[in-house]
């Protein structure tokens, strides 16, 4: 497996101690002076060791959220609309910005036309509203999927933090999403949205728990629940004998298509999207728990479902995919187009199959894939017994 490019932690202490290093000259410099004296141990402190580390985790975490919600984000909303353009032959979302249409041009730039609009409109708080948990529950929602940044490696250096569990805090983190979106359906004292609030809390509730029965089955074949070691587990031979005898990788996707199918199925549903998207659909409840949010609030949710489609794919595949494991391209480069292809499998089911009742979703997620997430377990567990009995 070719190595990675970045060392995100090494990079952002070395920016940190550049930064305090010209800070510290230019507090000795004013400190030198009559009456400024005071300014030396100021200049002692910050050059301290956990002053610069948590410097450098600051700038680490900021590096990962603005190449994630900033670069990644637009490029899913452009891409996205790229798609679906050719995929239901639809002309309008391919005019570029151009004044002659007709020249060609890629529309990139439409994304923050969107974004300049949204900024420009006034955000209004309804009369009947509680004004606290309405403004804060946009804000809450979306920093359920970006506090899931810090734990998700993109590479073996391209990570904020290397913990043991963090598989564990990505999902503590992720599945905190339906009760922000409960608070916001329930702070606008609106029916509509109130009764979106309560289908999209249902909807994402009933999918969550087949979505970590799949993860554990993972976790099962892995045997931990740090991540970058389930992407290394990934990038030995298979545990099938037959599969390994031919080179190929034990990505788990081939063991575990099973759980493939329903960790897509789950996050599908997280993101709200079709046929998963009743609960804000316009022909069902008004817009649901949307229904009162304009601006950019609006817009905060809007960036939220694209970084949440983000991390999706990302997670499909760090745990089914193996992660950056490749020949010859940097670590970094192989789980971009892992996630790009994933993106593209969300995108192709999301606008080819059309949108079922809330009792069929709700069907699907506890009574369909519920008992085969623990069937998946039991086939996990058999696997690993007769790999170590040698019987495969």
């Known amino acids: 497996m070719s190595g990675h490019l970045v060392d995100l932690f090494g990079g952002s202490n070395a920016i940190a101690v550049f930064l305090i290093t010209i800070i510290n000259f230019i507090l000795r410099g004013i400190g030198s002076l009559p009456l400024f004296g005071f300014l030396n141990p100021l200049a002692d402190w910050l050059g301290t060791e956990p002053v610069v580390t948590s410097i450098a985790w600051l700038i680490a975490i900021t590096i990962m959220i603005t190449w994630a919600a900033a670069l990644h984000l637009l490029t899913f909303i452009w891409l996205e609309r790229k798609l679906v353009a050719r995929l239901q032959d639809r002309r309008g979302p391919m005019i570029t ?29 309804p009369k009947a509203a509680d004004p606290w948990m309405f403004h804060i529950a946009p804000a809450f929602l979306i920093s359920t999927t970006i506090v899931v940044l810090v734990a998700l490696p993109f590479s073996e250096g391209f990570v904020v933090a290397n913990v043991p569990a963090g598989l564990l805090f990505i999902l503590a983190a992720f599945s905190l999403a339906p009760l922000a979106i409960l608070l916001a359906g329930w702070a606008q004292n609106n029916k509509y949205a109130m009764i979106g609030g309560m289908r999209a809390a249902a909807m994402m509730m009933s999918y969550e728990i087949p979505m970590i029965l799949a993860v554990i089955a993972v976790v099962v074949l892995a045997g931990s629940l740090n ?22 990788a034990n990505w788990y996707i081939i063991p575990q298509f099973l759980g493939f199918f329903i960790f897509l199925l789950a996050m599908l549903a997280e993101q709200e999207r079709i046929p998963f998207d009743f609960p804000e659909a316009e022909e069902e409840v008004v817009h649901g728990w949307l229904v009162e949010y304009g601006g950019m609030r609006f817009g905060m949710v809007y960036g939220f479902k694209w970084l949440r489609t983000f991390v999706a794919a990302a997670l499909v595949a760090l745990l089914f995919l193996g992660g950056w494991h490749g020949p010859v391209l940097p670590q970094e480069i192989w789980f971009i187009l892992k996630i790009y292809f994933v993106f593209f499998i969300f995108i192709w089911i999301s606008w080819s199959v059309p949108r079922i009742r809330i009792d069929q979703i709700l069907n699907i997620g506890w009574r369909k894939l519920i008992p085969l997430g623990l069937f998946n377990i039991f086939l996990a567990v058999l696997v690993v017994h007769a790999n170590a009995q040698g019987w495969i």
Do not use: C, F, H, M
């Not at 036309?113 to 955000?123: F, G, H, M, P, S």
């Not at 991540?227 to 190929?248: K, T, W």
């Open 97 to 125: 910005l151009r004044k002659d249409r007709y020249i060609g041009g890629t529309g990139y730039l439409q994304q923050i036309a969107d974004a300049l609009k949204l900024i420009q409109k006034e955000n209004i708080t």
């Open 227 to 248: 991540p970058i070691e389930i992407v290394n587990q990934q990038s030995q031979l298979s545990i099938l004998a037959p599969l390994a005898a031919i080179g190929i």
